[in-house]
């Protein structure tokens, strides 16, 4: 069944959650809106991803065909979209789940979409709403859900998880993408050589 896909994630000192609601194409709900609580010291940004994560492995169990996915965070919808680069290292292990989730198993990935909060009918606030905890069975770890102290933590830069996956988006872009990427990745090398180190920290 074509289903559309609503996503909402949340973080706050007493609360973080990921949740998300099937609908079908005639905006009828399949699905009460399920939440899932997020570990403290996630930030909204990674619980959107994770609610966007979560959502589509949620669809796929269920054998829903998803055509659209909509999301009221800009940023997510334009960094999987390609429109916006991703500044911030901890974000990066999510976008590449979920770009994989969303190229797995569909000839044609679902249509993202940014949609207002007041819109977004995976938000779980508000009485009248009948929300389910969900159980689930894999949170991808970032570096703020996942506290290591300096003994313990991996002597991994930021840059290698980068790396690490710049040469397969490379060989799957467009050839417009790829001059494009090749460009950056010269003016970053200079940036790296300058004198000016400040002008090469993550923003």
Same mark, same amino acid.
């Given at each position: 069944?074509?289903?559309?896909?609503?996503?909402?994630?949340?973080?706050?000192?007493?609360?973080?959650?990921?949740? &998300?609601?099937?609908?079908?194409?005639? $905006?009828? @709900? +399949?699905?009460?809106?399920?939440?899932?609580? *997020?570990?403290? #010291? %996630?930030?909204?940004?990674?619980?959107?991803?994770?609610?966007?994560?979560?959502?589509?492995?949620?669809?796929?169990?269920?054998?829903?065909?998803?055509?659209?996915?909509?999301?009221?965070?800009?940023?997510?919808?334009?960094?999987?979209?390609?429109? &916006?680069?991703?500044?911030?290292?901890? $974000?990066? @292990? +999510?976008?590449?789940?979920?770009?994989?989730? *969303?190229?797995? #198993? %569909?000839?044609?990935?679902?249509?993202?979409?940014?949609?207002?909060?007041?819109?977004?009918?995976?938000?779980?606030?508000?009485?009248?709403?009948?929300?389910?905890?969900?159980?689930?069975?894999?949170?991808?770890?970032?570096?703020?859900?996942?506290?290591?102290?300096?003994?313990?933590?991996?002597?991994?830069?930021?840059?290698?998880?980068?790396?690490?996956?710049?040469?397969?988006?490379?060989?799957?872009?467009?050839?417009?993408?790829?001059?494009?990427?090749?460009?950056?990745?010269?003016?970053?090398?200079?940036?790296?050589?300058?004198?000016?180190?400040?002008?090469?920290?993550?923003?």
């Amino acid at each position: 069944m074509k289903a559309i896909l609503y996503t909402d994630g949340g973080a706050s000192p007493s609360e973080s959650y990921a949740s &998300w609601i099937v609908f079908n194409e005639q $905006l009828e @709900p +399949l699905t009460p809106i399920f939440k899932v609580s *997020l570990p403290q #010291g %996630t930030t909204s940004n990674e619980a959107e991803y994770h609610a966007i994560i979560q959502g589509i492995q949620y669809a796929q169990s269920e054998g829903y065909e998803l055509v659209e996915i909509r999301s009221d965070s800009k940023l997510i919808i334009n960094q999987l979209i390609g429109a &916006w680069h991703i500044r911030m290292p901890n $974000l990066l @292990p +999510l976008y590449n789940k979920a770009r994989r989730l *969303l190229r797995a #198993g %569909t000839e044609a990935p679902p249509l993202l979409t940014h949609v207002d909060s007041k819109s977004n009918q995976a938000d779980p606030k508000g009485k009248s709403k009948h929300v389910q905890n969900f159980e689930a069975k894999d949170l991808s770890k970032t570096r703020a859900n996942v506290p290591m102290s300096p003994k313990d933590s991996p002597k991994i830069h930021p840059i290698d998880e980068i790396l690490k996956h710049f040469s397969e988006d490379y060989k799957n872009a467009s050839p417009e993408a790829q001059k494009e990427a090749m460009t950056l990745l010269v003016e970053a090398v200079n940036i790296l050589r300058s004198k000016d180190a400040n002008s090469a920290k993550w923003v």
